[in-house]
């Protein structure tokens, strides 16, 4: 089992690009801006076969971030339950795709999603899904995508096609959904 962890950054009107400068170092990590969803945020994302571990690095990495320009940081650590792409080039967007699932409904969620991802990632790859540790129950999925464009179309296939989106409406209490443009030296890009 492996588990990673997120870092939502949002960041005052206008710094941006100062929070993108003072992250070009960070390394082995996943470094993403929204485009579409809640603005002036990014997105980090690392990963370790511990949780342990995890927590070890979460020091460094916020003690790293650039304060002055942050309105608020969020971090939440996960329990990954498909695995994570390697590091590497999938596509010039992602999709965040966060739910909050009702207290007794995380185990059919996440059976239904795993059941039913096989067929879904046979239209596109999945770069990870997971699980949260801490605060309400919510399950999460980043996808890659070339462009927007390949979006549209892959959603409209997998839902024309019946293999997706599986069926956990009765176990949601609230969805997300955030279109991010990896930052230069993301190590999922």
């Not at 690009?17 to 603005?39: F, K, M, N």
């Not at 039913?116 to 399950?139: D, H, K, W, Y």
Request: hydrophobic share 45%; net charge negative.
């Amino acid at each position: 089992m492996s588990y990673a962890e997120t870092v939502f950054l949002d960041v005052q009107v206008g710094h941006v690009p100062q929070v993108v400068s003072a992250l070009s170092g960070l390394e082995g990590a996943g470094a993403w801006v929204t485009e579409i969803g809640r603005l002036n945020r990014i997105t980090l994302f690392r990963t370790a076969e511990t949780y342990a571990e995890l927590l070890e690095g979460r020091p460094e990495i916020l003690a790293s971030l650039p304060h002055e320009h942050l309105v608020r940081v969020e971090v939440t650590s996960w329990r990954v339950i498909t695995p994570v792409a390697d590091p590497g080039t999938y596509g010039g967007v992602y999709e965040w795709r966060c739910y909050e699932a009702t207290p007794d409904g995380m185990a059919d969620l996440e059976e239904r999603f795993l059941a039913a991802a096989p067929a879904r990632t046979g239209l596109s790859p999945l770069t990870c899904t997971l699980v949260s540790l801490e605060g309400a129950p919510r399950f999460a999925h980043l996808w890659p995508y070339a462009d927007l464009n390949q979006r549209a179309e892959v959603r409209s296939a997998a839902v024309a096609t019946g293999t997706w989106p599986p069926k956990v409406a009765s176990f949601l209490t609230r969805m997300e959904n955030e279109i991010l443009v990896p930052l230069p030296g993301s190590a999922w890009r």
